[in-house]
């Protein structure tokens, strides 16, 4: 699997998690994890627009903003990710198995985008 594949599906779980938190379902189609996973996001991101202290004049194009943020965020990490797991598997002689990333997300509702760190 990608990173960005693993990046995302860490970004699925934390999106699970979160909805459920805000009492709300994550609603699975017949159109794919990747279509899902946008779908689920954006409706989550309206949830926080619209009950957060995100910025009034937001509207659902902000959604699709913080969507694109969040995926070149995710793509950006996934690119170091492959950088740096082939340096480590050269030169500490590792398992490219034996390396786990994790990801943290944080959302910054002055700005309405999802940070990954």
């Given at each position: 699997m990608s990173y960005l594949d693993q990046f995302m599906q860490q970004w699925k779980t934390y999106l699970q998690q979160q909805l459920s938190l805000c009492g709300m379902n994550y609603i699975v189609s017949e159109a794919g994890d990747a279509a899902?996973?946008?779908?689920?996001?954006?409706a989550y991101f309206?949830?926080?627009r619209t009950?957060?202290?995100a910025?009034?004049?937001f509207d659902e194009s902000r959604d699709e903003v913080a969507w694109i943020m969040l995926e070149k965020q995710l793509k950006a990490f996934a690119e170091k990710a492959e950088k740096g797991t082939f340096d480590l598997?050269?030169?500490l002689h590792l398992e490219k198995n034996q390396i786990q990333i994790v990801l943290n997300f944080s959302y910054d509702d002055?700005?309405?985008?999802v940070y990954v760190s």
């Open positions: 899902d996973i946008k779908t689920n996001s954006l309206s949830w926080l009950t957060s202290g910025n009034k004049s598997v050269s030169k002055e700005q309405h985008i």
